[in-house]
């Protein structure tokens, strides 16, 4: 399973797998000692998490000098040489909380909840602007004299637009004003300021709680029988088996019918069908949503994979019967015989009936009317011959003259033959014009 958060491009089984890990990382992180869903935002990341930490099991750390003396807690670096806004001391990025990890369940569910409640509405905005909160008083508890604007240029630099001409004089990047969004009265970045309180991450309620998340996965492969398993990952199957058949299928591209647009019309449909929710009637042991899933994947998507593996098979076959030699297979006469007989009912030999491939086909046909038992001791004096025709046909054309009397106009008469049925058919014309 891959590290990291869970990937939505991937299915929702393997979604799962990476959350687990994710919680049994954060555990681990907790127990060794280190402070928990701790993140830096900055160029100095790297160094802050590699540096090496005291193993003790407490969250609480000693203050450095400038933190006593200003009261800020939870200081991760400077950023730059930036200073605040509304004072000269230094802008510090502080320790925040690592982000949330979500599975594609997880964020369709947050999705249906916000629906249901209306985006106006306070828990709708509560649950988007829970990690924005948890920053900012992070923020605030690294920066006391901090505001909003300061808040902005750190975690949002887009919405800080600097006056032009820069003044040399304030190389800090102090002058400045919102941009027109955050500027909006009673906006969502104004609100959760003002209610924000200057608390560090380490004393903050964890936005992640790996323990209730690891029991969340672990129940739903717990309560889900084998086949319900499997069926999480049929989109990751039928990508495969596409992938698969196009690849084995390529070499018989030529004779087969129609080959790009079917591959095309087939990967066009498994990435549509993998996009679709599987998560819908999951409670069930074996929900609407689920089964109208699988039953879309097998009628749009198995029927012509098994149709492209027939023809395939079959090409494959008729190659090796009626070619001997590997590269008499590959001439244009070999391609275009394939194809008439892939493609329509009735095709012709290049070289006519006295042809070796005209000799094979005769095998073939002795050897599937000695399967089928059909007058078996009727062998012709090479020991092959064709089986019984299901149809006979005779026909009669006279192509007229137009300035002919008489039957010298064109004229057909045609007798269908079969066991249990005759028929003629006829067309019979007279020159009205001339006569």
């Known amino acids: ?49 590699a540096a090496p930490t005291d193993q003790s099991d407490e969250e609480f750390f000693d203050c450095s000098d400038d933190e006593q003396e200003s009261g800020a807690t939870g200081r991760l670096s400077r950023l730059g040489n930036m200073l605040l806004v509304s004072s000269d001391e230094p802008l510090y990025i502080p320790v925040t909380q690592e982000p949330v990890p979500k599975t594609e369940d997880q964020l369709e569910d947050d999705a ?34 901090g505001q909003l604007e300061d808040f902005i240029r ?8 600097e006056d032009e001409p820069v003044d040399e004089q304030d ?7 919102l941009s027109a969004r955050m500027l909006i009265p009673g906006n969502t970045w104004q609100t959760v300021w003002e209610g924000a309180r200057a608390i560090p991450a380490r004393r903050q309620k964890r936005l992640f709680d790996d323990t209730r998340e690891a029991e969340k996965v672990l129940h739903f492969l717990e309560s889900r029988t084998i086949g319900q398993i499997a069926q999480l990952t049929m989109a990751t199957l039928f990508h495969v088996g596409v992938l698969t058949l196009t690849a084995n299928a390529t070499p018989e591209r030529a004779v087969v019918p129609a080959f790009d647009e079917l591959i095309d019309r087939m990967t066009a449909a498994c990435c549509r069908l993998s996009r679709e929710s599987w998560i819908s009637g999951s409670g069930a042991a074996s929900g609407p949503g689920r089964a109208n899933s699988q039953t879309k994947y097998e009628q749009q998507l198995l029927a012509e994979m098994m ?31 394939l194809q008439g007989l892939l493609q329509s009912h009735e095709t012709d030999l290049p070289e006519g009936a006295s042809s070796a491939i005209a000799g094979r086909l005769m095998v073939l046909f002795a050897e599937a009317k000695r399967a089928a038992n059909e007058q078996s001791d009727q062998q012709t004096k090479g020991g092959n011959s064709l089986p019984d025709p299901i149809e006979k046909q005779f026909t009669l054309r006279l192509s007229g003259n137009t300035v002919s009397k008489g039957a010298g106009t064109p004229q057909f008469l045609r007798a269908i033959l079969m066991p249990q049925e005759f028929r003629l058919c006829g067309a019979f014309s007279r020159n009205t014009t001339f006569y």
């Open 171 to 177: 190389p800090f990047g102090r002058k400045g004003h």
């Open 1 to 49: 399973v891959a590290s990291g958060f869970p990937d939505s491009r991937t299915c929702l089984l393997h979604q799962k797998l990476q959350m687990l890990n994710v919680c049994m990382e954060r555990r681990t992180l907790r127990d060794g000692g280190l402070p928990f869903a701790m993140r830096s935002t900055g160029p100095t990341a790297a160094a802050a998490a």
């Open 112 to 145: 249906e909840v916000m629906l249901k409640l209306g985006p106006g509405s306070e828990l709708c905005t509560q649950m988007m602007s829970a990690s924005l909160l948890s920053d900012m008083e992070s923020f605030k508890a690294a920066n006391p004299a």
């Open 154 to 161: 750190w975690y949002s630099p887009r919405d800080w637009i």
């Open 307 to 337: 149709q492209l593996e027939c023809i395939v098979t079959q090409a494959r076959s008729l190659r090796r019967k009626l070619f001997a030699a590997p590269g008499e297979s590959s001439s244009g006469d070999a391609e275009k015989l």
